[in-house]
């Protein structure tokens, strides 16, 4: 099952959603193959460190952020990634690195790349390295408001 507090949030809100189980993925191209969706599909989480606070930025899961694009969308000073370590507390109830694209239910900004607008579904964690919820890209952006910009890229981050 989804986290409690994400499940209890997309209830609440109405959100037609389905709950996948899938085999033990640990990268987010490995729960798009467990899946059987695209990559381009499955929205990752990357956390990052924001002038010093943590964000998160959500991006199909072939793609790589770029931070220096990610810089100039939140006119920041500096933008890096986090490391598990850093943020393996931020995300209660979660198992590190399978959190749910859903920062303002964790007291953090979220920057959504454009290109997840390409499909009107994704499918993301739901906060477990075995569980994927799929839902629209519409209910996804007007629940976590995002701020939409073009920040991934193919390229190494």
């Not at 993925?25 to 599909?41: K, L, W």
């Not at 931020?90 to 607008?117: I, K, T």
């Amino acid at each position: 099952m989804p986290t409690e507090r994400l499940r209890k949030f997309l209830d609440e809100n109405s959100v037609q959603y389905e709950t996948i189980l899938h085999t033990t993925a640990y990268t987010a191209q490995g729960v798009a193959a467990s899946v059987h969706v695209r990559g381009r599909e499955l929205a990752k989480s990357t956390v990052l460190k924001v002038d010093g606070r943590f964000g998160l930025a959500v991006l199909p899961a072939p793609l790589r952020v770029d931070l220096e694009a990610l810089r100039r969308l939140t006119g920041a000073s500096s933008v890096s990634l986090a490391s598990e370590l850093e943020f393996q507390g931020l995300f209660p109830g979660c198992e590190v690195g399978a959190m749910p694209p859903f920062g303002n239910l964790y007291g953090l900004p979220v920057w959504a790349d454009e290109a997840l607008r390409k499909d009107p579904v994704i499918v993301f964690n739901a906060g477990t390295h075995r569980e994927a919820i799929r839902m629209s890209f519409a209910d996804f952006e007007r629940l976590v408001k995002p701020t939409i910009g073009v920040f991934a890229s193919r390229r190494a981050a």
